[in-house]
């Protein structure tokens, strides 16, 4: 696709020969776009253009070919095209595919399994906790209803809060607690007198004080789970 690099053309002798300047790129393929950001974009793509004076000329039928391969490319007003991914019904943005899947598939994460979200397991399903009619959080191990299922794991199965988020893809937003039961801890924790209890006992020069050296340099949870996945 790389084009000969001809100083001595003519604007007329160009255009006889199928060559157009770079502001005239957008119109050809039917598209509105900054003419010198397009320029940029079919340079990094291979394209090369002539030297018309001293101005950019592209030819016209590798513009038409190479836009044609683009399906990020469409007439404006017309309907976007649709994600290449098999079910996928949203608008593709980059490579046929829409937002979602492109990160999925060329993002930092791409090796990396695919999420199991909303497959049935056990008593519900992986990526979120199933409530009853009561409010009650359903185990994804035994099926048992419970107000406290970050209890209820702990004595009934063993496992810690982090490793149930773990196994049954739980993100952090997603409570273990029951509705009820928060409101409740928060309501009595927001009390006239356990804020008054805590303003008897708050010290901020103590803690202050009880900061070291080792409290600033140490690592973040999130930041050991990053340096564990980087490679040596």
């Not at 300047?21 to 509105?32: C, K, Q, R, S």
């Not at 836009?67 to 990020?72: D, F, H, L, T």
């Not at 196994?167 to 509705?179: G, I, Q």
Request: hydrophobic share 35%.
């Amino acid at each position: 696709m790389r084009q000969d690099v001809d100083g001595t053309m003519s604007a007329v002798e160009a255009r006889k020969r199928g060559y157009l300047p770079t502001a005239d790129v957008p119109a050809l393929i039917g598209i509105e776009r900054d003419p010198r950001e397009l320029g940029k974009t079919m340079r990094r793509e291979g394209l090369r253009p002539v030297r018309v004076g001293h101005a950019y000329w592209w030819s016209e039928s590798a513009v038409v070919e190479w836009a044609s391969r683009r399906r990020w490319i469409r007439a404006q007003g017309s309907a976007p095209v649709t994600c290449s991914e098999p079910g996928c019904e949203r608008a593709a943005v980059s490579h046929g595919l829409c937002l979602k899947h492109y990160r999925r598939a060329r993002g930092k994460y791409a090796d990396a399994p695919a999420p199991r979200d909303g497959q049935p397991i056990g008593a519900g399903v992986y990526g979120s906790v199933t409530v009853d009619e009561e409010g009650r959080l359903i185990c994804h191990e035994c099926g048992q209803a419970c107000l406290s299922l970050a209890a209820h794991i702990t004595r009934a199965h063993g496992m810690s809060t982090a490793e149930y988020r773990e196994v049954y893809e739980l993100p952090r937003a997603v409570k273990l607690v029951a509705a009820s039961v928060r409101e409740r801890t928060g309501a009595r924790a927001a009390s006239p007198e356990n804020l008054a209890r805590l303003a008897r006992v708050r010290d901020p020069q103590a803690a202050a004080a009880a900061r070291t050296s080792d409290t600033f340099s140490a690592l973040s949870r999130a930041q050991r789970q990053r340096r564990a996945r980087s490679p040596e």
